[in-house]
Structures are given as C-alpha cells and as structure tokens.
C-alpha cells in the first residue's frame, strides 16, 4: 500500500518537475494578499518554492505557527475534508496516503475510518504520515502529533476568499506542488471574477436565505458562505439575526414575514430536504421563493467547504440568481 | 394540617393559574419575531375560524398566525403542562423530591430513538422522529420497570431509581455510540436532543394532545392515592392501599405523558423540577394542590419561557431549554429562600 503511494508520489513528482520547468520554478506566489493580508498570515517560504525535491526543507505558516518539512512530503494524512479537496485539486493527491470519513470529495481520496471529530492519535501514527493536515485542534491533536515528530498543519475555516487561496498556497509550498497551488488560484480567481461580472443587476439587490439544516440555522453575511452571496450582490435576510457567531437560528415567523427572493438549501444530502419538503412546512406555501420555483438545493459539501468548489457554489448562485431575475 | 386548607387553598388558585395560561397564551400571541401589530394578529386569528371571514388579512400574516405562532403557543402550553405534571406525579410516586420525568430512562430511550431514527435516513421533518423517539422512551421505561422489579420485587422505590440511573446510562452510551459513527447528522441530533418548539407543527400538537389528556385524567385521579403513598409504602398498605399497583399505575401514565412530550419537543429540561416543587413550596405538600396546579403553571412556564426564547435575541432564537435553565433556576433559588420548606 505504501509502496504504491511512494511510487505514485514519485511519478506525480517527475510530472510535476516537468511543468515546473515550462514556468522556469515560479517565484513566490504573488497571488497572495492582495492589499490588506497581514503578513503574518501569508504563507511564507523561505527556499526559493519550485516543485522539485530540492526546494525543501521548506517552511510554511500554519494556524499553528510555523511548520518546517525537511523532505518533499509522500505520507499525507488529511483530517479535513477541504483540505482533502485542495491537496487534491493543486496536485498533491498522489501523496496524500488517508483521508478522513467527512473527505467525500474527489471520489478517489483514500477514505478512511479516521475522524477529524475524535481524531486518535494511534490511528493515525499508524499511516506513518510525513504531514498531517486538520481543520480543528480538537483533543490537543497538534500536540500529540508533535510529541511523535509528525509535522502538522491547521487550516481552519477559512474568513473569506484570499483565505482559501492562502491555504492553498501554504499547501502547494508544502507539498511541493507550489506551481500547482499558483495556476489553481489564478484561475479560481479568474473564473470567480467572471461569474461576478455575469450576475444580473437588478434595481434592488435579491435577498436571500441560506438554510444550513431544517431548525433554520443559517449563515450570516460575515462567514464565509455569506461573503461567497455578497460577491454576487445578493442581500442577507438572516443578517438581522446576527448573534456574532455567524450561525444564527432563525424564527420560522420572521422568514416568512422577510419572504427572501430566493432560498438555498445546504441541507439537501444530511437532511433530504429540497424545494417539495420545504414547500410543505407549516406557512412555507406563502413564500414567493417557493411559489414561483426559487427554491436552490445546493450540494451541502460544495456550499459548506473553503475549499476550490467554492467556484461551482458561486456558479450555482449566480445561475439561481439570473432564473430569478428573467 | 386539614382537609379544608388545601381545598380552600386550590380553588382560589385554580382560578389564578388558570388566568396565568389564558394570558400567557394571549400574550404569545400577540407577541413574536414578525412584527405583526396586535389588530393584525386578532384579525387574522378571526379569519382563520370557520364562518368568520375578516378583509384585508394577508395570506402571509394568517400563515404567521395560524401555521406558525398558534401551533407554537399550544404546543408550548401541553408540554409544559405534560413535564410539570408528570415530573410532580413522579416526586410522589417516589417520595424523591430529586425526581423528574426523565428519572426512569425516559429521556434516553426518547434520544436514542430519535438518534436512530435520524442517522437512518429520517429528515428531522419526518413523523418517524417522535414516532422513534416515543417508542424509545416507553421501551427505556419497560426496561427501567423490569429491571427493577427483578431485584428486589419492587418493595422499595429505591431499586427502580437505581434501575433508572442504570438504563438511562447504558441507552445514553449506546446513543452517543451511534451519533458518533454518524457525524453527517450530528447537528440534527444536537438540535433534537436541546429540545426544540421552532418547529411546531399542528401534527405536533395532534400527537401529544391525546396522550396529553389521557395522562392528565388518569393523574388527577390518582392525587390522593399519592399523598397516602407519602407515608410509606407499609403505612400506606394498612391505609387499605396497594403501593406497587398505584406507583405502577402513576408510573405508567406519567411516563406515557413525558413520553409524548418530548417526542415532539426534544429534551426540555428543569420545568418538570422546577414547577412542582415551587408550588409545594408556595401552596403546600398535598398531591391534591401540587398536580393541578403544576399542570397549569407549568404550561404558563414553558409558553412565557418560550416567548423569551422566539423574542430575547430576534430574530435569532435562543434554545428553550438554555431559557427554562436560565430564568428557571434563580426563580427557583429565590422561592426556595423565601418560602419556609413545609415538614
């Protein structure tokens, strides 16, 4: 099992240095931070990043401080199902030797039993991994994996878009798939800007409601997946429930009273919700949403993870958006 | 103390606790996160009933009014009644003032049911929820009573305790079990077992309302039985009383009661602690004051508690059993330390 990790790793490797050579080793990623980034949080690389072997030891700058990877890592384990997304995506896959049970994305991510809920340490040693990466420090997963000398990365939920692209740029200078991380943001950026410029303007800005499950728990416009519908120009109506945890639950009353142009489901896939469960509530049949079809189900990986999806979320956004506007 | 204290105690506050609900409800009502102006929520309350028809009620303010608030308002009111009343029927029927409804096992057997139910496929939506949950608490109780019996024949109340704390465990672990080896659907879970009246349905209330009456018809009835129980179990059966077919009796219906009300609501805890013993403590220890009166200020707790949750941070909500916790709980210090403790 390793053996095959090892060798695929080593052959992603060798494709990889190949299209490293045609960008000549991209310098440091100038995608990062645009203006405001503290640099504190923008991922540092002290070698000159090129996506061969010889650019480590490499260090890179975690939620947990600074990490320092002597050897191009080929024993990943992910704990985070976004991150899984994003190793995956910048080219990393091949290295990565286990994913937790949350990782549902790509398909081909070797799943495992592992949990990022209950993370066990033993469990995890046993993968023999050169870098774990998590979401959560949960049970002081960190310092157990720095008493075994198992480097670790926390990448927690990322605040906003540069968010993701840092995470992925800290992946992509630790795993030595830096080249990939780069052209991966650049064209998320690329793609996003489009779909931003494609949303229709209407004289009064859409409102919306983003349903996290079926108690009407949503996402206020200062978390991620509110900043992903402002982008688009869409107004919060849960934004009047801001408690400050960014996931306020809503009266059932009070989102009738607002009647949101559109409503999103984010609960499809845990909680089998779509547009004929919701029309059924008590009171829900007098939504405008509902009665004229603007009623979204989202995939609710796609619309909860930080990860590079967040282009098809948009997508999905801005096309409910132009069904609503005609 | 005499007979006619108490009597004449109940039927003065009888009509007190029952004002206290009509205008809680009233004002639960009138009150809520959809900022409605009282005429309006009258109006279309008016045009919701058969033969009335009011003009100009919105068909969106009549869904906020009956589809939402009324279901809301009722429910809040029968599962206040139901735990108040079951967890005073239980402090008798155990001479155990640390009693409440969930004692025997319920409120695990409920949340494994209703664990079970969601992990397996069930949208929260879904009637097999309560359904689950229903069956899981009267399964906890089944078990709890025959564990129970077994030891020692029931000849004290102590081993069904003690086989409650045991049951209740053992189906907490197993639920925990199954919430953890289904974390896709841990914030439903969560969400159950916080105890919950946002969603209220009318199905809701058609669910509980019959067990409702049944366990407070057969309760009432046994609230003298209860005050002889008060004596002991030896002392009661030269009373001419059979103390493990009147505890088996209570037991069942008072456990058929909370069993109700928590599968529609989740887990609302204190109320059925709280109340009772605030009316022992401000009208007396008889059974025959303490259960009707805590069937009635129970539903004025819980709809005043849940009007609290729907309105203190609009409109966000707060969860109901954070506000029977918070509000109930110094309430009750501040009985506890005002009323001189009967015996």
């Known amino acids: ?326 | 103390m005499t007979d006619a204290g108490p009597l004449r105690v109940r039927g003065w506050w009888l009509a007190v606790a029952a004002g206290s609900v009509v205008l809680a409800a009233a004002v639960g009502l009138l009150v809520g996160p959809a900022a409605l102006a009282p005429t309006t929520v009258l109006r279309a309350l008016l045009d919701g009933l058969p033969f009335v028809d009011v003009d100009g009620v919105s068909a969106r303010d009549a869904a906020i009014v009956w589809d939402l608030r009324l279901p809301r308002v009722v429910l809040a009111l029968l599962v206040g009644a139901m735990l108040s009343l079951c967890g005073g029927a239980y402090q008798g029927a155990f001479r155990n003032a640390l009693a409440d409804p969930y004692l025997l096992g319920v409120a695990a057997g409920a949340g494994l049911g209703a664990t079970l139910a969601l992990t397996g496929g069930a949208g929260s939506a879904s009637a097999l929820v309560p359904l689950a949950a229903f069956l899981g608490a009267i399964a906890a109780v089944v078990l709890t009573y025959s564990v129970g019996a077994a030891g020692d024949r029931l000849r004290s109340p102590a081993s069904l305790v003690l086989a409650g704390v045991a049951v209740a465990s053992f189906l907490t672990a197993n639920q925990t079990f199954v919430q953890q080896r289904n974390s896709e659907t841990i914030r439903e879970v969560y969400s159950w077992i916080l105890g919950r009246l946002s969603g209220a349905r009318w199905a809701d209330v058609a669910l509980l309302a019959p067990y409702a009456l049944l366990t407070a018809v057969a309760l009432l009835a046994h609230r003298r039985q209860l005050d002889v129980l008060g004596v002991g179990d030896d002392e009661a059966s030269t009373l001419g009383l059979d103390p493990r077919r009147t505890r088996l009796l209570v037991v069942v219906a008072a456990s058929l009661g909370t069993a109700a009300a928590v599968s529609v609501s989740g887990l609302i805890g204190f109320v059925g602690i709280i109340v009772p013993h605030t009316v022992r403590l401000l009208f007396g220890a008889s059974y025959r004051v303490i259960l009707p009166l805590s069937l009635l200020f129970g539903a004025t707790f819980l709809c005043l508690a849940d009007l609290a949750a729907r309105t203190a941070l609009s409109p966000a909500e707060v969860p109901i059993g954070v506000v029977t916790a918070m509000v109930g709980a110094p309430f009750f210090v501040l009985v506890l330390r005002t009323s001189r403790v009967p015996g």
């Open chain 1, 1 to 326: 099992m390793r053996r095959t990790a090892s060798a695929l790793a080593l052959a992603a490797l060798v494709v990889l240095a190949a299209c490293g050579d045609d960008d000549g080793g991209a310098a440091a990623p100038t995608t990062a931070a645009p203006t405001t980034a503290a640099p504190a949080t923008a991922p540092a690389t002290t070698a000159a990043p090129t996506t061969t072997a010889a650019a480590f030891p490499v260090t890179v700058e975690g939620a947990n401080g600074t990490v320092t990877l002597d050897e191009r890592p080929d024993a990943i384990v992910s704990l985070s199902p976004t991150a899984t997304e994003m190793l995956f995506a910048i080219g990393a896959g091949p290295q990565v030797v286990a994913v937790d049970d949350q990782s549902t994305f790509p398909d081909d991510a070797p799943r495992t039993d592992l949990t990022g809920l209950e993370p066990n340490l033993e469990a995890i040693a046993a993968y023999e991994p050169d870098l774990v990466v998590v979401s959560n420090d949960i049970r002081g997963v960190l310092d157990g994996l720095a008493s075994l000398d198992i480097p670790a990365l926390l990448l927690p939920a990322a605040a906003d878009l540069d968010g993701t692209y840092e995470q992925l740029e800290v992946l992509g200078a630790a795993t030595g798939n830096a080249d990939g991380a780069a052209e991966l943001v650049a064209s998320m950026q690329t793609e996003i800007d489009e779909l931003v410029a494609s949303a229709p303007d209407t004289p009064e800005a859409l409102t919306y409601f983003h349903e996290l499950d079926p108690t009407l728990y949503t996402a206020t416009s200062g978390t991620f997946i509110g900043q992903v519908y402002a982008l688009a120009g869409l107004e919060n109506v849960g934004d009047a429930a801001d408690d400050g945890s960014g996931y306020p639950q809503l009266s059932a009353e009070f989102l009738v009273a607002a009647d949101p142009d559109l409503i999103f489901l984010a609960d499809t896939k845990c909680c089998g919700e779509s547009a004929a469960t919701v029309a059924a509530r008590p009171g829900w049949a007098e939504l405008t949403a509902v009665q004229a079809g603007n009623v979204v189900e989202l995939d609710d990986d796609v619309a909860s993870r930080w990860g590079p999806r967040v282009v098809e979320f948009l997508a999905a956004v801005v096309a409910a958006m132009e069904a609503t506007a005609g």
